[in-house]
């Protein structure tokens, strides 16, 4: 069976500072996709960032990048330069081959950006 | 239309009956996804439709939850006796049958069992 863990319950980061949100993951299969979402307050869920399991370099988008350790199943989200919106709940969610298109999600990590 | 669209987005019901929530997907988008999620917790899978089909049902909870699809669009999550437990809110999602493809999520059905 798959599984997404995401440890950091709760993380602060001051503005302007990076942070990095933790994701590791388990599965046999070597297929597989990594994706970050965000959820703010008002509830809505924004794709972020999306790594494939064969994809060479780290993917990037913005202010995001994923820090994907294949060896060490983690795909950690990094933010740079953090702003006061960028408070949220963050997912990190997993697609497998053998599981067709179904995305299982961690159960997430509260980023709080103080002033 | 031009989102994931989600009715009824508030419902209250009293323990026992039976609540319907209704997913109306973006245009085009060949798969479908119920989550559930409850108060300041993650997304619990619920199932997913390629077209009118589920392939995986493996998250509903009990027999009292079904759902289905047809014309590989608008889908309806039922819950039968709803309990206490039920109450959670209820996210639709759709994607293209794209690998990378992300799901775009509905503002989701807020339910409430009393």
């Known amino acids: 069976a798959q599984k997404i863990t995401q440890t950091q319950p709760g993380m602060f980061v001051q503005e302007k500072e990076a942070v990095t949100l933790d994701c590791t993951y388990d599965t046999s299969d070597p297929s597989y996709g990594l994706f970050w979402y965000k959820q703010p307050s008002s509830g809505e869920m924004i794709f972020l960032i999306y790594q494939g399991s064969y994809d060479q370099q780290n993917a990037t988008e913005g202010r995001y990048s994923l820090n994907f350790q294949k060896a060490r199943k983690s795909a950690n989200l990094v933010i740079s330069a953090s702003q006061l919106g960028d408070s949220a709940m963050y997912f990190c969610?997993?697609?497998?081959?053998?599981?067709?298109?179904?995305?299982?999600f961690g159960k997430g990590t509260s980023l709080l950006v103080t002033p | 239309g031009a989102g994931v669209s989600q009715s009824p987005s508030n419902k209250v019901t009293e323990k026992g009956k039976d609540v319907e929530l209704r997913c109306d997907p973006i245009?085009?988008?060949?798969?479908l996804y119920w989550y559930r999620q409850s108060l300041g917790q993650g997304l619990e899978f619920l199932i997913y439709?390629?077209?009118?089909?589920?392939?995986?049902k493996s998250g509903l909870p009990s027999d009292r939850f079904s759902a289905e699809r047809t014309g590989g669009s608008v889908s309806t999550l039922t819950i039968q006796r709803t309990q206490q437990e039920d109450s959670a809110v209820y996210l639709c999602?759709?994607?293209?049958?794209?690998?990378?493809?992300?799901?775009?999520f509905g503002e989701g059905s807020r339910l409430t069992v009393l």
């Open positions: 245009s085009g988008h060949t798969a």
């Open positions: 999602a759709s994607s293209s049958l794209s690998w990378a493809g992300e799901l775009f």
């Open positions: 969610a997993m697609r497998i081959r053998d599981s067709g298109y179904a995305l299982n």
């Open positions: 439709f390629q077209g009118n089909s589920a392939p995986d």
